[in-house]
């Protein structure tokens, strides 16, 4: 059964059934500026609000810190590599963080930075070792690893997010137009 991802077992707390309903993860509607400019409701909160689940503000455990660029990192934001940027890395846990007010999107605000659209790529793969130990996860279980870049009106990307989730515990969701470029090319 472990085998299969229907139990967890650790030492000191014996095997249990594994929760199998994934987080809904909102697409578009988890960046409503309302909810991070106009109030205080950051993504991960909407997420959990959508999928019918309590959450407590501080439910992250959160390390900001000035680093080398990646090479991913550093393509993403048109910067050479091992420039410097800051980096933000989260594990929702039940130890309290930092978050603040709005979270990212209202710090990237209130200086100056209007966020106006993404891009998000997904990918699934095979985990780490040090993701399956970090994530807790079941053998065999593969990884969906998230990139989101956000950028201003402008064209300025303002923010390269890397996210690996668990993939049975994330269910993603998107509502969008659908697009008619040929549409679009008549009007102009």
Do not use: C
Not at 39 to 57: C, K, L, M, P, T
Not at 74 to 100: F, I, K, M, N, S
Not at 122 to 137: C, D, G, N, S, W
């Amino acid at each position: 059964m472990e085998a299969e991802g229907l139990v967890t077992s650790s030492r000191g707390h014996g095997t249990v059934v594994r929760q199998r309903v994934p987080l809904k993860r909102l697409g578009i509607a988890r960046y409503d500026k309302a909810k991070w400019r106009d109030g205080d409701e950051v993504a991960f909160i909407a997420d959990r609000v959508a999928s019918g689940r309590g959450y407590r503000r501080n439910e992250q455990t959160q390390t900001v810190s000035l680093i080398e660029a990646p090479p991913v990192v550093a393509a993403a934001h048109g910067l050479p590599e091992g420039a410097e940027v800051y980096a933000r890395a989260r594990l929702v846990d039940p130890t309290p963080g930092p978050a603040g007010r709005g979270g990212g999107f209202r710090v990237l605000y209130d200086a100056g930075y209007e966020i106006d659209h993404m891009k998000e790529e997904l990918f699934a793969r095979a985990p780490r070792p040090e993701e399956v130990k970090l994530l807790q996860l079941p053998p065999g279980e593969p990884v969906v690893e998230l990139h989101r870049t956000t950028y201003t009106a402008s064209g300025t990307v303002v923010e390269f997010a890397i996210g690996v989730h668990a993939a049975s515990r994330f269910a993603w969701e998107y509502d969008f137009k659908v697009p008619d470029s040929a549409k679009d090319k008549k009007g102009q």
